[in-house]
């Protein structure tokens, strides 16, 4: 096989694909990016098993064919090279000739034989979302994902597809993030499935801010297909997590008692310095909400104390609650609304931040002694 191709146009499509390939990898097929050269174009696709990412990018193709070359490796010639348009030929022992200007490389790869064949999607369930929608959405629920090994079923995003919304859920245990979308869904597409870690991460990096993605879903896989106007789709394939979601509606408080409205920059620099005053040992900040003021306190021992006052539209009974500092800025620095509410019941019950759209956060309270 043979192709020219710009040096941009290799550097995207290897940067797309090369997060997934772990450097820690039993197989050496695994450390490798398969090309497949054909029809003006160059499709590059790496995995580690679990999740599969492929892309396209132009390219110049004088002899069709396919191989795989170690990714790592090869995106670091491309980049130090300065040449900007390579030439690669490959021959039939899969060994690669790279030139660019003055510049030689010999590259040893493996047949394309050896790569890990694609998952298939002939099952009909899909649907199609815009890609800054579900961008946004996972930037509102993925750091509340658990990273406890334990409980593998929280190791991921419930996508929920019902009632033409789309629900996407992630716990720990300790704080839940719930948003909700409005998307077109026949009753034959509907289905509940849980994307693992990884595969959210990729998707968070890999969405654009314009364009869509049809997403598809099996029993155990879930493809992810990024298109947009200028360039050739990329396409995600993950396996999904084996097992049930919990209840996650059951954690959601009932009637809240008081509902406070914050400023949520203001709420979360305060929240930032408190946080300062704790440490590993004692990780909590209290929120005190008296007459029209929100005093947030953190009294660590070892380390000393900190105390913020906050001008509140308040008239309800005095109420001090603790809660896990980094737990409740996760969601402040998620949103971009100017505006977030506190709900509450008591000190001994969750709190809930909500704000004008489709988002809800429970994080449960900390026992002080």
């Given at each position: ?82 040449n ?20 030689f ?11 890990p ?60 993030a ?19 870690t ?17 997403v ?58 408190a ?6 040992k ?48 996760d ?39």
């Amino acid at each position: 096989m043979k192709f020219v191709i710009a040096k941009e146009q290799i550097i995207n499509g290897l940067q797309a694909v090369q997060n997934v390939v772990s450097t820690r990898t039993t197989l050496p097929i695994l450390s490798n990016v398969l090309l497949q050269a054909g029809d003006n174009r160059l499709q590059l696709t790496a995995t580690d098993l679990d999740v599969t990412i492929t892309c396209s990018v132009e390219a110049t193709v004088l002899a069709a064919g396919a191989t795989t070359l170690p990714v790592k490796k090869l995106f670091g010639i491309c980049r130090e090279l300065t040449n900007p348009e390579f030439e690669f030929e490959i021959d039939d022992k899969q060994v690669c000739a790279l030139r660019a200007g003055a510049s030689f490389y010999r590259i040893n790869g493996l047949s394309a034989e050896e790569f890990p064949p694609q998952p298939q999607f002939t099952e009909k369930r899909k649907l199609i979302v815009e890609q800054e929608k579900l961008k946004s959405m996972l930037r509102r629920t993925s750091f509340a994902i658990s990273t406890d090994e334990t409980r593998y079923v929280l190791n991921g995003i419930l996508f929920s597809l019902k009632e033409h919304k789309i629900h996407l859920v992630a716990t720990d245990g300790r704080r839940l993030a719930l948003v909700d979308e409005d998307v077109d869904i026949a009753a034959t597409d509907q289905g509940d499935f849980i994307v693992p870690t990884k595969a959210i991460n990729e998707l968070t990096r890999l969405l654009q801010a314009s364009g869509q993605v049809e997403v598809r879903f099996t029993e155990n896989q879930a493809a992810f297909q990024l298109t947009e106007e200028k360039s050739f789709p990329i396409t995600i394939i993950s396996k999904l997590v084996d097992g049930n979601y919990p209840n996650y509606r059951q954690v959601i408080p009932g009637e809240c008692k008081e509902r406070v409205s914050l400023a949520r920059e203001e709420f979360l620099h305060a929240l930032r310095r408190a946080e300062i005053m704790t440490s590993d040992k004692s990780n909590s900040v209290k929120l005190t909400f008296g007459k029209n003021n929100l005093s947030i306190t953190a009294n660590t021992p070892e380390v000393g104390e900190a105390r913020e006052s906050l001008a509140i539209n308040y008239k309800g009974k005095d109420l001090a609650v603790a809660f896990n500092p980094a737990y409740l800025m996760d969601p402040l620095k998620a949103l971009d609304n100017d505006e977030v509410f506190f709900e509450l019941i008591d000190e001994l019950s969750p709190g809930v931040v909500k704000v004008n759209g489709p988002f809800l956060y429970v994080i449960m309270p900390m026992r002080t002694s």
